[in-house]
């Protein structure tokens, strides 16, 4: 008699079948969404993510000169180009670049890396970055005096060699993007705000 | 385990008792004391019993720093001199411990070097070898957050580059990459979040790591052990007893290679490290060249290497995304090496082109691990990427096709007529006890 059941019951699933196998999905779905506070935990919290924004006041950077300050525990790199930079900036056939995208947060995703699109018209002399290298996160080198610049007279990075041109745009070594433009707005003449 | 039938006889009414419920007296004298070892086993042999000491003795300093050691951002770095230097003892415990990394890896990589000479990845211990470059990966995993502890330059920026590995992903997928990184990180940048994590899990890795071990051990006891001659054990007078045999000789190795993990720690302890981790953590200031510490070199170098181009290819924005993949692929490919080597003897000793490929393997990951301390520019870079490629070609085409066009040496039937030469047999003349009949 309990061979005939069982028989019956493997060409028959019955309502005991759908019972166990939505039982037992059940529980493992529920089992499975309890490791999404697990790996949450692990993201920027809110006190992280709360956009803080910084002012600075560009008046006491000279023509030349650079400062750097901090946003969302990154360096800013702020720079006062000189005339020649930013003609040599301007003077860049986008096409050319390894990385011909603006990477401007207050711009487009697919805006060119033209140089009128990594500044904010009327300020053309002002440059402000990320001072973060997209290749493994190094801080280049270029903000102080005397530092070396590199070949396109920006920044360069000392980890693994990348060279970013005045308007931080990557122009040679591993590093796969232009240095990126926070986003950021001008208050007054001479003073940005940063977030 | 497997092995052979056992001869355990529990002399006590206690033991007899606890035999009938947890025979791990049983298991212990069948796997670690009668069980049988190849005769012909060298001192290449001592590093398993050589590894599993620094793993207790790895676990048994770290526990007791960690009763002093401080995981945050403005304490980390103090805590550390404070542990050199107040703690009682602390200064030996402290570089027993970061001194005992390092021979961690010194010991692992000639463990490995050991198995590929001999062939110990073929039939039948692959699930063996797949358990210990496993062990070999855990191992780079802790040891990597082991160092960021510190909480010194090198430690902060070596962090910071080997997280933002993982921001390659970017370049498949947009906004993949970094938001690994940020979950990894816990912020925007590492930062003291990230420190207390890491510090949570180097605590916990080396458990896991003891697990694996066990079933590295595990398997290691099933499919027997390895041994020169590559050869199968095939009668009793193959084999001895591992206690005294094996053990004797595990001790002879330890205290050899005690004696030399004892003169780092007691006359360089800061031989191996950086002097730039005794500066403070700076996120504003990269120091000028960052390096890992020495075990990573060979595959720093190998990442290094895809710089915008790679041997005149030009690589463009998937140049960091190459080296992310070339640097895990030459830990990764290590685990393939039972089905990639097509030669059916195990023993480097009797497969004559295999041995020279195999000297040259082992030469090219020393010059891998010179160029990765070595600035990425110029002829360094160049000389990285052809040793880069070395690297995978003994994997990719040395171990398929030497195996299919080399004649082997001939091979002696038995490991007894390896040690005894043809004709032997039987005992050897000092074994007067005749272990193999205790």
Known sequence: MLEAALSTDALEPGRRDFLVVAGNAFAAIGAASLLWPFIQQMNPDASTMALSSVEVDLAPVKEGQA???????????????????????????????????????????????????????GHENWIVLIGICTHLGCIPKGQAFGDERGEFGGWFCPCHGSQYDTSGRIRKGPAPRNLEVPPYAFMTDSKIKIG | ?????????????????????????????????????????????????????????????????????????????????????DVNYGWMLRDFHSVGASMFFLAVFIHIFRGMYYGSYKAPREVLWILGVLIMLLMMATAFMGYTLPWGQMSFWGVTVITNLFSALDTIYNGL????????????????????????????????????????IWALHIAGQNNPTGLDLKEPSDTVPMHPYATSKDAVGIFAFLLIYAWFV?????????????????????????????????????????TSSFLGIPLGQYAKLCGVIAM????????????????????????????????FFVFTCVALGYLGSKPAEGVYVFAAQIFTVCYFLFFLAVMPIVGLIETPRRMPRSITEAVLGEGGGGLPSGAAAAPEKR
């Open chain 2, 328 to 359: 895990f692929s030459a830990v990764i490919i290590i685990a393939f090496a039972p089905w990639l080597d097509t030669s059916r003897i195990r023993s480097a000793k009797y497969r004559p082109i295999f041995k020279w490929f195999f000297w």
């Open chain 2, 1 to 85: 385990m497997g092995g052979h039938t056992s001869n355990y006889v529990p002399t006590s009414r206690w033991g007899k008792w606890m035999d009938e419920r947890l025979p791990i007296a049983r298991m212990m004298k069948n796997q670690f004391i009668d069980y049988p070892t190849p005769r012909n086993l060298n001192y290449l042999w001592t590093f398993g019993g050589i590894l599993t000491l620094i793993l207790v003795g790895q676990i048994a300093t770290g526990v007791v720093l960690a009763m002093h050691y401080q995981p945050s951002a403005t304490a980390a770095f103090d805590s550390i001199e404070q542990i050199r230097r």
């Open chain 2, 177 to 216: 990459g970094t938001a690994i990184v940020e979950w990894l990180w816990g912020g925007y940048a590492v930062s003291g979040v990230t420190l207390n994590r890491f510090f949570s899990l180097h605590y916990l890795l080396p458990f896991i790591l003891t697990a694996v071990v066990g079933l590295h």
């Open chain 2, 266 to 306: 007691f006359f360089v302890p800061d031989y191996l490290g950086h002097a730039d981790n005794y500066i403070e953590a700076n996120p504003l200031v990269t120091p000028p060249h960052i390096v890992p510490e020495w075990y990573f070199l060979p595959f720093y170098a190998i990442l290094r290497a895809f």
């Open chain 1, 67 to 121: 400062l750097t300050v901090m946003w969302r525990g990154k360096p800013i790199f702020i720079r006062n180009r000189t005339k020649s930079e930013v003609e040599a900036a301007e003077n860049v056939n986008v096409k050319t670049l390894p990385d011909d995208l603006a990477r401007n947060e207050n711009l487009p995703q697919d805006d060119l890396a033209t140089d009128a699109n990594r500044t904010i018209k």
